[in-house]
């Protein structure tokens, strides 16, 4: 399973793209679910939509029960697919055709301040903000998600960044295939920076959302954050 990740920046800066396994940035933890959001106060051009308009054509959604009866004599495919679903338990899968994926949280990693952890829906504290940075900070973040029904292919992040109405940042990662399972899958994004100075700071709208090959849309969540001269208190 391999990740691609494409930033689109600001004229001037350099851009490309980085691609690496990611093998290693899966791994289980027990939490509790929430699913997301939907706000239409960023519309933030076509763009958005284009995971819609580039959804895969793919074949009729099979029930995962059918799917590990299929060539069930062929045994290099059958290894494959004990090797994708792990230990499922196929009597709480069901006959659903469709996945079921729910973006629980996201956590804010730095080594700067303790974890961050945001359950999904976001909370908007008093001045709006759903979170908050520190100008010139590196930091990452990482999303919590679980998997019922079936197999979800081609789950893929986008996130756009907006300040005054301008278009200042693009991410968009391949996050893979995964199986139904009990325990919420976890999804670390590479590093990150915050712009620095005086003018970076302020107020920061963006628009994040989940999309698989079928063009599937599971969360599509639009907030506003803020970037500060220093870190907020951290909660007591």
């Known amino acids: 399973m391999e990740k691609e990740e ?36 960023y519309v933030g051009g076509d763009e958005e939509d284009d995971d819609e308009k ?12 059918e799917q590990l009866e299929m060539d069930k004599d062929d045994e290099s495919l059958r290894k494959w697919k004990e090797q994708l679903l792990g230990s499922i338990d196929l009597n709480e899968v069901g006959e659903t055709l469709d996945p079921d994926v729910r973006i629980q949280d996201l956590t804010i990693l730095t080594s700067e301040r303790p974890d961050l952890v945001l359950p999904i ?16 900070s590196r930091y990452r973040l990482k999303f919590s998600f ?14 756009t960044v907006w300040k005054t109405g301008m278009k200042v940042d693009s991410t968009k990662v391949m996050l893979g295939t995964f199986s139904p399972q ?6 670390e994004l590479e590093e990150e920076a915050t712009p620095g100075g005086y003018f970076a700071r302020g107020s920061y709208s963006a628009r994040t959302k989940f999309v698989d090959d079928d063009g599937k849309c599971y969360l599509d969540m639009s907030y506003y954050f803020e970037i500060r001269k220093d870190w907020p208190p951290t909660p007591a």
């Open 54 to 65: 580039r959804a895969v054509l793919l074949g009729p959604q099979i029930a995962l029960k």
């Open 182 to 187: 009990k325990e919420p899958y976890t999804y």
């Open 6 to 41: 494409q930033k689109e920046r600001k004229p001037g800066e350099e851009g490309g793209e980085a691609s690496s396994d990611v093998e290693g940035k899966i791994s289980r933890k027990p939490s509790c679910a929430s699913l997301a959001s939907n706000d239409e106060d």
């Open 121 to 136: 829906p976001f909370v908007p504290d008093a001045k709006g903000f759903a979170f908050a940075l520190k100008d010139g």
């Open 146 to 159: 679980t998997v019922c029904n079936n197999i979800v292919s081609g789950l893929r992040y986008t996130n």
